[in-house]
């Protein structure tokens, strides 16, 4: 028989599963790392906007509170590996946006790996080169 108490056993397992789980720790890093990178960016940039900051801060939100239940609620039903495979895909995701605000900041990276991402070319497929917003003189 499963009373209350099993059910929250059952959820506090799953807790101190969730905490020792490192992807969700890389995954909050990067998270975290893509918004302060992109908040960076706003103020050097001189291009800061409350409202796509907003949106962006409820859109990172929304996909954590998405993948925290969705891992929670995966891994009771057995589909723990499932979950990890979404969690890997929002660490490349976040990662390449972290790689996105980097470059916007004139920063370097490798010229090579600019070329596959698409948010720092013009309309004609061209490479921007943003200027380096730590150089004097600006």
């Not at 490798?110 to 698409?118: A, D, F, G, Q, S």
């Amino acid at each position: 028989m499963i009373g209350p108490q099993m059910t929250h056993m059952l959820i506090w397992n799953e807790l101190q599963k969730m905490e020792q789980m490192y992807m969700l720790h890389l995954f909050l890093a990067v998270m975290v790392a893509d918004v302060g990178l992109g908040t960076v960016k706003g103020l050097l940039t001189k291009k800061m906007d409350s409202t796509a900051g907003t949106r962006g801060l409820v859109k990172h939100l929304t996909m954590l509170v998405t993948t925290l239940f969705g891992f929670f609620f995966a891994d009771i039903a057995g589909m723990g590996n499932y979950a990890s495979i979404f969690i890997v895909f929002g660490i490349i995701q976040y990662g390449n946006s972290c790689v996105e605000n980097w470059c916007q900041m004139g920063l370097p990276f490798p010229r090579k790996w600019r070329t596959y991402l698409n948010k720092l070319k013009d309309d004609d497929g061209n490479l921007i080169d943003y200027p380096n917003v730590f150089k004097k003189g600006k």
